[in-house]
């Protein structure tokens, strides 16, 4: 489905991603982990073309992606959850879903899809006429997911779904990302730093440190905690 090769991306002259390599299979959960700084938003930024690859190539469905720019990567199923609170504040939430699905031209679509939003995350569907400034941390990220699910990603890229949810919203948080693999066989590349949490939902991890991938693996083989511990600290 996506296949990262010798990836070499930065900022201005700033090098951050240095010859990492990544794929996933259609309807992967692919968990990318690493310590803060790593390079992992750089990685999903690269892949949505908002950083351009200097060296390497992403090859999507078959075809390579490198130099496209984020509306065209949208435009063929790769969609991105940003990392923090990336909901629209002052528009409710079902606002924030029609904006979702803005690039649809079908409204009958638009409607459908906010339903089966509404199916997956029925706390929201309950707060659907609330501004989403005043929805938990819980239900903001439900709801940023929610709107990525608009345009029925075929890829999708979440960087941080936990960050700043409480334990429990983190469970529900990451149940519902494995719901909607489960559901619509999506492909998903998730960038956590709540390793045993994602741990428990992916087939495959990377550990990404200081723009290296330095431990790839399949999930269930990694529930030995120290062998992550020593891969982020470099021992
Ligand atoms: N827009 C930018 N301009 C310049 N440098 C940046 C920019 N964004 C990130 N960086 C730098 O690139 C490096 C990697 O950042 P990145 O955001 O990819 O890390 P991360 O692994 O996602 O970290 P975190 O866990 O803190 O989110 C860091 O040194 C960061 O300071
Ligand atoms: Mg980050």
Redesign the pocket.
Known sequence: MLELKNIEA???K?P??NDVSINLRKGEIVALI????????????TVMGI?KARKGEIIYKGNSINGNNPVGNIRHGIVYVP?GNTVFSDLTVLENLQMGGYILSDKSIVEDRIKEVFNLFPEIEERKHLDAGNLSGGEKQMLAIGRALMLKPELLLL??PS?GLAPKSIKKAFEAIKVIRDKFNTTILI?E?KVKEVLEIADRVYV?RL?KVVLEDNAADLKDVSVIKKAFLGE
Do not use: H, M, R, W
């Not at 690493?34 to 930024?45: D, E, L, R």
């Open positions: 930065g900022y201005n700033k951050v991603l690493g310590p803060n700084g790593a390079g992992k938003s750089t990685v999903i930024k950083v990392q960087d941080e960050l960038v730093q990404l723009g």
